[in-house]
Every structure is written in C-alpha cells, then in structure tokens.
C-alpha cells in the first residue's frame, strides 16, 4: 500500500504568519508532487507541484522537497483568513496512473 | 468558472435505484477519472481512463460501472447501492494520465437512503 501522510490539524496561525504544511509519503518511487486546496463543500483547487529536490516559489507560496527524506512540504507566508481550508498533498508513482492524497491538513488563520 | 463540469450537483437515491453521474472536460485533456470523497478518509481512486481505455479499477464494487465514450466525457453508473456509498464523487481530468497535474470538477454529493 503506498501512502501518503499529513498531520489532520488543526493546524492554527495568526495572520500575517507562515504557515508550514508537511506530507511524507512512503515510495521512494514516486516522482511528481501536488499540493490542494479545499474549502469546506468544494472541490481541490491545485496550487502548486513539484517534480525536483529543493524549493519551488510561486507568490505567496513555496513547495519544498526532499527525496532522500520522502517529505514535501508547503509553506504559506503572510497567511490571510482566507487561507483557511483543507490541504491535500497527492503524489504519483514512476508507474501510476493517477494521484494518491493525503487525508489533508485543516489550516485556521486567525485575524 | 471550472473547466471540468459535473451533473448532477446533488442526488438523493434509494437503494433500488439506478442514476448516472456525468463529467465533462473543455481542457483538451486525454485521460480523467473518477475519485470518492467521504468524511475522515483520503481521496480514494476509483477509475481512470486514459484516452478512452480505462487503465485501472480500483477494486471498485460492481454496483459501480463506468463509461467513457470519448477523451472529454465520464459517466459513473450506479445501481443497488448502500447507505454507505454516500459520498463526494470528484471527476478530475488531466492531460495524460500518471505524473501531470490533475483538475477537479464542483463534484456531485450522492445520499443514498
């Protein structure tokens, strides 16, 4: 069974604070890595993904990975009320077919 | 406005009932699929299609069937289902299937009762 790992929160942080998410995953083959967001009653919306070891930046987010440690993580800087939602880390595999997700870490951003 | 569109958005059904859910993608993608959302659990994959061929079957159960007559429509038939299959059912499409990102549509909530 491959897996996919998250803390299920609540994750709470003031607003203006960054916002650290983490996800472990247990196949040293997987290659590509998704972070989504989910409101309440809504479907995943991707934010971002991420293929290589390091970082990768896009506004006020940033995906970070390490293959050697099986982790990704997504930090959220200056985090706004509306932040605050459900977030799925899916991977794939070298040889899959489709994502496989976390059960997602809740975020409360609190003003 | 999303480029992957379900129908219905909510089904109440008996469990002698048979419905279909129906997806469609304006994205020019080539493989979609169908996943399950319940409640305390991940996103379980149920079917992927990749370019009209499905490509895996999750050990879905049987009262489950589904259709793709072509790369920008899935259905999900269903028939004889259990309370327990009350659900979030996500369609999601992508360019190829396996290590490129997927897109979710709105979802259809399904009570069975």
């Known amino acids: 069974q491959k897996e996919v790992e998250q803390n299920s929160g609540p994750l709470s942080v003031p607003e203006g604070a960054i916002a650290s998410l983490n996800c472990t995953y247990s196949?040293?083959?997987?290659?590509?890595f998704f972070w989504y967001r989910q409101y309440s009653g809504k479907s995943p919306e991707l934010i971002m993904f991420?293929?290589?070891?390091g970082d990768k930046e896009d506004g006020r987010f940033t995906a970070q990975l390490n293959k050697a440690s099986q982790y990704v993580s997504l930090l959220i800087r200056d985090s706004q009320p509306s932040d605050s939602a459900t977030y799925l880390c899916a991977v794939t595999l070298n040889s899959g077919y489709a994502l496989n997700f976390g059960k997602g870490t809740s975020l409360l951003v609190t003003p | 406005e999303t480029g992957v569109t379900q129908t219905p958005r909510h089904l109440v059904m008996g469990m002698t009932n048979k419905k279909s859910l129906k997806c469609e993608q304006h994205l020019g993608h080539n493989a979609m699929y169908w996943y399950k959302q319940s409640a305390k659990k991940p996103l379980e994959l149920m079917f992927v299609y990749n370019f009209k061929e499905q490509t895996e079957n999750n050990s879905v159960p049987s009262r489950f069937s589904p259709e793709c007559p072509n790369s920008s429509h899935l259905f999900l038939h269903l028939h004889t289902l259990q309370p327990e299959d009350s659900a979030l059912y996500l369609c999601?499409?992508?360019?190829?299937?396996?290590?490129?990102?997927?897109?979710f549509g709105q979802g259809t909530r399904l009570t069975v009762v």
């Open positions: 991420i293929y290589s070891n």
């Open positions: 196949d040293r083959g997987s290659q590509s």
């Open positions: 999601a499409s992508s360019q190829s299937a396996g290590n490129t990102e997927a897109f």
